[in-house]
């Protein structure tokens, strides 16, 4: 009778879920429920249509770059069938009749209490349209990928790897429930499926994690994020400004320029005005953008159905509740207003129907599934006795398969390996590792119209690149027709000359040198302790920082030879034109025209950090390298509050090419303190030679710093037109090469375990290598030989009654051919030879097989021969001990005990010895006639020894 109710519940079930107005059919129930209140629903037209033509032109154009991505995508397997999915998914067991009969009875007394009410969510079809409970529908499987371990990554991954599906109609929970199973492998499903694919590998974590059935905003149930503003993006890892220095209240004010007050007045005004207007279009656009941000007004408002998952606090150190929306992985707090309202909500272990008042939201949620009062149990715990007459609870273990994906699959992170997200004024697009043949793995763009048609910015994300660049920032700016981009590249560390962030602009698609290029260092790790170098047309900047030295900056400023060289107001007696000399360094920079202009230091500077090593009159902070002169500035000491400097002229080099002594007219200098002597001629030219020294170096190092620039530069454009990526050794999929190098180091492996097992089975391979031939003839060989020689060079010398003599047969190889070439031996006594003495050979290894086998049988038995004297020898001692004391008095009764047991346990090893000397001795021989016989029909001693 029982299975009969059983079967007759399932088909109630099954006609419930087959007609539109899922209604459950009455059945007797054990359950009472407390009336709650209730949450009014009012069904009205609506839906949403679906641009069927875009959506196959988007998998098409994805299908198209997959095809040329360097990504491996694994085969997808056949489509499932009914007839091909396990046992558990195309029937139910008695088990699960059982639910389903629970259920029913939980279902009816629910209906009769709450008609207004939907009907409960707890008894759907899946896939093979067998009525499934949604408890057994979750599976609970921790993966074997880190990410998966925490609810970001777990969430990130099934909002990506899962292409959404809009439930339809959006007033009412879909008709089927498949298995997480089957939505991971199709890679596709609605926000139920979503969320149970999202709880079952939460719990599996370790998360007290639940199914959510509700209401939700439009925006949230079509996964519109259109009106939603995107995040900031990135921030650029260019270093911060430096902090501006406090001011020195010591300074000496600067004379104040004398102006109109009206000239002022009318600059102000419109200066105002000109404000006032910027913040009105600012406000305007502000209103605008706010407008934009206002949801559409949606006639199905508080009545579409969504699922989502809730994650409570406790397990894996939660310290709040908070949910989480599988369609974006997003998480949020329970009682977010784009969450209108609860049914149900379920895990593995059980169903809690919702008995709070969601009217006005969720805002006085609780969440506390032991509290019956707002929320009522569908199956009692193990610790809830069942009344008399009521049925116990069922099991609600899973049917689904465990979940398993694949590496391939994993690594694709979305279907077809990308994503696409539309934003407020931002397009996001997601790619798989490997799938852009330029290492993309983000795209993230921004613009300043709703419209996505005015780009703002372009971020992009790399990986795996092997000229380390990991993110490329372009900022789009158009001035009278003409579209200027700055772009701003990061590197990691390992990058080319150590860069680490490089900023240069493109103007209408061509690289414009004019407004130079900024490149940023990693410091530490180069030999010159460089951190930012900026380059434009007419000047050079360089930090440094760390150096022994103690330089600080370096900055050049250029002219081209062709224009005028200004006058320039030294300070000194005398004012002139700047001539450049012969020896000034010529630098090629190629101009945005594309023509190569020569340019030419006018003047250098480099400022040093202070030395504690040096006195503050002798310690250089900034000197400036000018054409005639030297331009010197020291630091300051603790006494002093102004800094001592001095101009030095650069003498003109003689007819002998020598500098001509320097003169004290020649030098100009301000002393801070009194007391030091003045400086004397020869000391003076001490100073010079150290400085032109010192400018010298700092030439080359312009000229090593534009070559090195130039050399960047062409480096970084032949990385961007010929990108690789670097492929992990252990990735086997993916590198050829090593797959190749794993299965030949497994083929010799396997190769060398079958020669060692032969040797190990060889039982003439100790033999064989007793006897070592040498690689070349040596001088002692050759003596020998030739003593044979002597002896005789004819066959029948070397031959005694038809027998070759042993002398020639236990020759080496190289002796042997050494002497055959310098005999008189024909043909036949060759052949006759080399076969003796294979025989002599085959022989010597059989007579010394037998001799090994001989002694060893001959060891073990002089070691059994031991063992038995030995032991013959413990007995007869103690014989005499016994016959010695037996009479005494002293001897007790424990003692002859241990004496009778001593006597019979060495007669027994005794006779074991006896028995064991015995068979060894019969075997000895069957032993050594077996290995002759062996010896004799061995392959490679056979046609020797017959």
């Not at 001629?681 to 710093?705: H, P, S, Y």
């Amino acid at each position: 009778m029982e299975g009969e109710e059983s079967k007759a519940s399932l088909a109630t079930a099954s006609e419930m879920y087959n007609s539109s107005a899922h209604t459950l059919s009455p059945q007797t129930s054990s359950h009472t429920l407390k009336v709650p209140s209730k949450i009014d629903v009012t069904i009205t037209d609506g839906g949403s249509d679906e641009n069927k033509e875009e959506e196959e032109e988007e998998i098409a154009r994805r299908k198209a770059i997959a095809s040329t991505s360097q990504l491996q995508f694994a085969e997808r397997k056949p489509r499932k069938t009914r007839e091909t999915f396990p046992p558990s998914y195309r029937q139910n067991s008695a088990r699960e009749l059982d639910i389903v009969t629970f259920v029913n009875e939980f279902s009816k007394q629910f209906r009769l209490l709450y008609n207004n009410r939907k009907p409960l969510f707890i008894l759907v079809p899946n896939e093979c349209n067998a009525i499934k409970c949604v408890c057994a529908t979750v599976r609970s499987t921790m993966l074997p990928y880190e990410s998966l371990n925490t609810h970001e990554g777990a969430a990130k991954f099934v909002s990506s790897y899962i292409s959404y599906q809009i439930l339809d109609p959006p007033v009412n929970p879909p008709s089927r429930l498949v298995s997480p199973a089957t939505t991971l492998w199709n890679q596709k499903g609605n926000c139920f499926d979503m969320s149970v694919l999202l709880c079952s590998i939460l719990e599996g974590a370790g998360y007290d994690a639940y199914c959510v059935y509700g209401y939700a905003t439009r925006e949230v149930c079509l996964a519109d994020r259109t009106k939603i503003p995107a995040d900031s993006g990135p921030v650029s890892s260019k270093p911060a400004a430096p902090e501006p220095k406090k001011e020195n209240k010591y300074k000496l004010k600067k004379m104040s320029k004398l102006s109109s007050d009206y000239e002022q007045r009318m600059k102000e005004r419109e200066l105002k005005k000109e404000a006032e207007a910027k913040l009105k279009a600012q406000q305007e656009a502000e209103e605008i953008k706010k407008a934009q941000q206002l949801p559409v007004t949606d006639s199905l408002s508080g009545l579409r159905v969504h699922c989502w998952v809730l994650v409570r606090e406790g397990k894996r150190g939660v310290p709040e509740t908070f949910f989480i929306e599988p369609t974006t992985g997003e998480t949020c707090s329970p009682y977010h207003k784009n969450y209108k309202g609860i049914e149900a909500v379920w895990n593995s272990k059980n169903y809690w129907v919702n008995m709070q008042d969601c009217t006005h939201g969720l805002g006085d949620m609780q969440y506390m599934m032991g509290n019956s009062a707002g929320w009522e149990f569908v199956f009692p715990g193990d610790s809830v006795e069942p009344k008399e007459g009521h049925r116990k609870c069922p099991d609600l273990s899973s049917w689904v398969e465990e979940l398993e994906i694949d590496m391939a699959d994993y690594e694709t992170g979305c279907p077809n390996g990308m994503r696409t997200l539309i934003e407020l004024g931002c397009k996001t697009e997601i790619f798989a590792d490997y799938l852009l043949a330029d290492g993309m793995t983000k795209k993230v763009s921004r613009y300043s119209d709703v419209e996505l048609t005015k780009v703002e910015s372009v971020v992009a994300s790399y990986t795996h690149r092997k000229d380390r660049l990991h993110t490329r920032r372009s900022t789009y700016q158009e001035n009278a027709g003409v579209v200027t981009e700055q772009i701003d590249e990061e590197f990691y560390k390992g990058a080319v000359s150590h860069l680490r962030h490089h900023t240069f602009f493109e103007c209408n698609g061509q690289i414009d040198s004019s407004k130079g290029d900024k490149m940023y260092f990693f410091h530490d790790a180069r030999v010159d302790g460089l951190e930012k170098r900026i380059k434009s047309t007419g000047s050079l900047k360089e930090s440094f920082r760390d150096r022994e030295d103690k330089l600080v900056s370096r900055s050049v400023e250029y002219s081209t030879s062709e224009e005028d060289v200004q006058p320039v107001n030294t300070g000194r007696r005398r004012s002139q034109a700047l001539v450049i000399p012969k020896v000034q360094i010529s630098i090629d920079v190629e101009s945005s025209s594309k023509q190569k202009e020569e340019t030419v230091i006018v003047e250098m500077t480099e400022v040093y950090d202070r030395n504690p090593s040096k006195p503050a009159h002798e310690d250089i902070k900034e000197i400036t390298y000018l054409d005639d002169a030297l331009y010197v500035t020291y630091h300051t000491d603790d006494k002093h509050i102004t800094t001592a400097n001095e101009v030095l002229e650069k003498p003109q080099l003689t007819e002998k090419q020598e500098f001509p002594p320097i003169s004290q007219d020649e030098v100009e200098r301000f002393v801070v303190n009194s007391d030091l002597p003045p400086t004397r001629n020869f000391e003076n030219a001490k100073i010079l030679e150290n400085l032109l020294a010192m400018e010298k170096k700092c030439r080359k190092a312009v000229g090593d710093g534009e070559q090195e620039t130039k050399d960047i530069l062409s480096r970084l454009e032949q990385d961007n037109d010929n990108v690789k990526l670097e492929l992990s050794f252990y990735d086997t999929t993916r590198n050829a090469e090593s797959k190749a190098r794993r299965e030949r180091l497994e083929e010799e492996a396997k190769e060398e375990a079958i020669r060692l097992e032969e040797m190990s089975q060889d039982y003439l391979a100790p033999f064989l290598l007793q006897r070592v031939e040498p690689h070349m003839m040596t001088d002692e060989m050759i003596a020998k030989v030739d003593i044979m020689l002597e002896k005789g060079a004819v066959a029948d010398i070397w031959k005694h009654d038809g027998a070759w003599s042993p002398e020639i047969l236990d020759l080496y190889q190289l002796e042997l051919e050494y002497f055959l070439t310098r005999s008189m031996f024909d043909d036949e006594d060759v052949n006759q030879l080399k076969f003796a003495r294979k025989q002599f050979e085959a022989q010597g290894i059989k007579k010394r097989c037998l001799e090994d086998l001989q002694k060893r049988l001959e060891q073990q038995a002089r070691l059994i021969q031991e063992w038995y004297d030995k032991e013959s020898l413990s007995l007869h001692k103690k014989r005499k001990w016994y016959e010695e004391n037996k009479d005494n008095d002293t001897l007790k009764e424990s003692d002859v005990q241990e004496y009778t047991k001593f006597c019979e346990e060495a007669l027994f090893r005794l006779k074991i010895l006896e028995d064991r000397l015995a068979r060894h001795k019969e075997e000895a021989s069957r032993r050594y006639v077996k290995l002759d016989h062996t010896l004799r029909n061995d392959k490679r001693l056979a046609q020797y020894l017959s």
